[in-house]
């Protein structure tokens, strides 16, 4: 129970040398700053951040209770207005990577409840989603079988990808694609993508994504090596 | 999820230490927490840290028609959400008593005080005026939230630009943040609430409750005042007054 756990982690950006211009933003994340959530975590990708606090397990509603397993629950805020159909498709999206790693079996008839509010909104809202979720999770010390994480490219229109866009790029670009890959083999979990694509770009982009990713997953290492070591 | 219940010897210990003048936190009777207030990037967003309880609030505006018995003044909206993240009781449908009792006691301290100068909000009489709408979010509860969310409503607000717009005849032109710079809203006088716990039947009080302190609190007293030492709203709930 420290209450210094809370650190503030740095930043992994990097370019891959194959295709320029396929570097992610400075990305930031702070773990157990809420007092009432079992766990909790802020991640921050740029000017992007997303708060996301996780309870759990917990009591769940007999009408929700599953026998064998967990029942998750996601629920997306938005900053500004009331949640509407666009939340709803994400929260989806986030639950169904989420039943994907999480083991549930473990915890059968319990509810793990994840609740995400949108602190700001710069472009690559979902991956930043998916990041602090894993975050919070992990803070919330619920077992999982891998880490996940979020990355989104853009397609503008001469095909030039772009990882991690600001929200400038993902108006302008042909095709947004966002993926939720895990730690253990970069495995697709989930994805998600707007726009026109053809099957070979989709697949550059796939690519790109999972070398993005091992930045991502030595960021989360570090961070939970910094948190937990007696230094 | 249900609230967790509050056990008779901690209820018992909370008043016993009440009586004696301490606090669980080892504050005195009429301490605040600290607060901590940080900015977000875009213009009107603010969390507030009061304490462990933090609020997260952001205005935004939007050209809409006014009120029909009201042609010439702008539209102020505002709305606290209690999300779940904040306590694992507030699940969607049953925080109802609270919620309401929060938004409108936020509604008298902002919009009746006038603080938010509303004619300055209207471009056509008539037609077209702004819209502005504050929303908060609770994000973790430690008790005192109407506190942490009246400083938010008035910090996200201050902290706040509008886009600049000029009318010439009939034409309206909204200028983007490119072209002009945002102008701030006029804001006569910034009240804040400060929250009053009552024990015991009145005879103790405590200011700036934490979590703790409100469930075993008998009454509660909420006034806001601002910097002329000038009464916004009083509220209070729970007892009778002597």
């Known amino acids: 129970m420290q209450s210094d756990a809370k650190i503030r982690t740095e930043y992994g950006t990097d370019s891959s040398p194959q295709s320029p211009g396929c570097s992610l933003r400075h990305f930031a994340c702070e773990q157990n700053l809420l007092s009432r959530p079992d766990g909790s975590a802020s991640f921050l990708q740029g000017d992007t951040s997303v708060l996301a606090g996780v309870y759990g397990p917990a009591e769940v509603k007999v009408s929700k209770e599953i026998f064998n397993k967990a029942t998750l629950e996601v629920i997306l805020r938005p900053k500004i207005g009331l949640p509407g159909v666009a939340e709803k498709s994400r929260e989806r999206l986030i639950r169904n990577t989420c039943e994907a790693v999480v083991l549930g079996a473990l915890h059968p008839r319990t509810s793990i409840t994840i609740v995400l509010q949108v602190i700001s909104d710069a472009g690559s809202l979902m991956a930043c989603c998916l990041n602090a979720t894993c975050m919070a999770l992990v803070d919330a010390g619920v077992p999982m079988q891998a880490l996940f994480c979020g990355v989104t490219c853009a397609l503008d229109s001469d095909g030039t990808l772009v990882l991690d866009p600001t929200a400038k790029q993902e108006k302008e670009a042909r095709a947004v694609l966002t993926f939720a890959l895990d730690s253990v083999d970069q495995k697709l979990l989930m994805s998600t993508t707007k726009g026109l694509y053809s099957n070979a770009e989709l697949q550059q982009c796939l690519a790109a994504a999972q070398a993005a990713s091992q930045h991502v997953f030595r960021f989360y290492r570090e961070s939970l090596q910094r948190r937990y070591s007696k230094s | ?242």
């Open chain 2, 1 to 242: 999820m249900k609230e967790t219940p509050l056990s008779n010897c901690e209820r018992r210990f909370l008043l016993r230490a009440i009586e004696e003048r301490k606090r669980l936190d080892g504050r005195q009777t009429y301490d605040y927490r600290n607060i901590k207030i940080s900015f977000g990037t875009d213009y009107g967003c603010c969390i507030v840290e009061l304490g462990k309880t933090r609020v997260l609030g952001q205005v935004s505006c939007e050209l809409v028609s006014p009120k029909l018995n009201r042609a010439t003044e702008g539209i102020l909206f505002f709305n606290l959400e209690l999300s779940q993240m904040a306590a694992p009781a507030f699940e969607p449908g049953r925080q109802s008593d609270l919620l309401v009792k929060l938004n409108r006691l936020l509604e008298r301290c902002l919009r009746n005080s006038k603080c938010i100068d509303t004619e300055s909000l209207c471009v056509v009489a008539g037609e077209k005026v702004w819209q502005i709408r504050v929303d908060l979010h609770l994000l973790n509860h430690d008790g005192n939230i109407i506190d942490a969310a009246s400083i938010a409503a008035i910090v996200a607000l201050c902290h706040f630009r509008r886009p600049d717009v000029s009318v010439q005849g009939d034409e309206v032109t909204l200028y983007t943040p490119e072209e002009r710079d945002p102008v701030p809203l006029s804001i006569h006088h910034m009240p804040i609430c400060v929250s009053f716990a009552f024990f015991q039947q009145g005879t103790f009080l405590l200011v700036d409750p934490s979590e703790r302190e409100e469930r075993v609190m008998d009454g509660l007293l909420v006034i806001a005042v601002n910097k002329h030492r000038e009464i916004c709203t009083i509220q209070s709930s729970g007892f009778e007054m002597q």
